[in-house]
Antibody, heavy 122, light 113 residues
Framework: QVQLQQSGPGLVKPSQTLSLTCVISGDSVSSNSAAWNWIRQSPSGGLEWLGRTYYRSKWYNDYAASVKSRITFNPDTSKNQFSLQLNSVTPEDTAVYFC????????????WGRGTLVTVSS | DIVMTQSPDSLAVSLGERATINCKSSQSLFSSFNNKNHLAWYQQKPRQPPKLLIYWASTRESGVPDRFSGSGSGTDFTLTISSLQAEDVAVYYCQQYNNIPYTFGQGTKLEIK
């Protein structure tokens, strides 16, 4: 059974960098049949996909246009985890952040982390 | 980007009655690559992550009760709960995975009448 364990600070100051980590158990970050995603949910409830990282003989990343200039994903095979870095945050980045796994068999988000509420405030 | 529009925004149904939620996409979600519609449905309860209910528009995820069913093709899709139970109170989202960026509907809040 795949489980995703999220960690990271819940409060970030404006203009600083938001960093979250998702540790994977029950699968491998370098699996050829999975992709590893970050999704956030605004205080009003809307869900926004931020991007994905996946391995198919080499590493690929896809990012949402709304954050592409500020976001980086870093898979770490030695720790079987992947991380999110979002630079230059503003209060509009306040949200619950989820990591999620897409399995090739379903194409959809079959496993989710529990979520991390990140508040951007001074 | 593909825009996903759900209707209604909220819905109140009596216990044991049928609940129907609609989802419309701005582009077809049918892929000739695998002959499938790339549409999923999720259920989200307070303080929990979304839970996958349906994928490929009509395939029920393992462990999901059979009162949940998905239908539709192309741009129009429906989630049906055949006999509403108290534990089905939640917000339901549709999501397309035919194109990057993946996008979600705005959500439908389901309550007991």
């Amino acid at each position: 059974q795949v489980q995703l364990q999220q960690s990271g600070p819940g409060l970030v100051k404006p203009s600083q960098t938001l960093s979250l980590t998702c540790v994977i158990s029950g699968d491998s970050v370098s699996s050829n049949s999975a992709a590893w995603n970050w999704i956030r949910q605004s205080p009003s409830g809307g869900l926004e996909w931020l991007g994905r990282t996946y391995y198919r003989s080499k590493w690929y990343n896809d990012y949402a246009a709304s954050v592409k200039s500020r976001i980086t994903f870093n898979p770490d095979t030695s720790k079987n985890q992947f991380s999110l870095q979002l630079n230059s945050v503003t209060p509009e980045d306040t949200a619950v952040y989820f990591c999620a796994r897409v399995a090739a068999t379903t194409g959809s988000f079959v496993n989710w982390g529990r979520g991390t509420l990140v508040t951007v405030s001074s | 980007d593909i825009v996903m529009t759900q209707s209604p925004d909220s819905l109140a149904v009596s216990l044991g009655e049928r609940a129907t939620i609609n989802c419309k996409s701005s582009q077809s979600l049918f892929s000739s690559f695998n002959n499938k519609n790339h549409l999923a449905w999720y259920q989200q309860k307070p303080r929990q992550p979304p839970k996958l209910l349906i994928y490929w528009a009509s395939t029920r995820e393992s462990g999901v009760p059979d009162r949940f069913s998905g239908s539709g093709s192309g741009t129009d899709f429906t989630l049906t709960i055949s006999s509403l139970q108290a534990e089905d109170v939640a917000v339901y989202y549709c999501q397309q995975y035919n194109n990057i960026p993946y996008t979600f509907g705005q959500g439908t809040k389901l309550e007991i009448k």
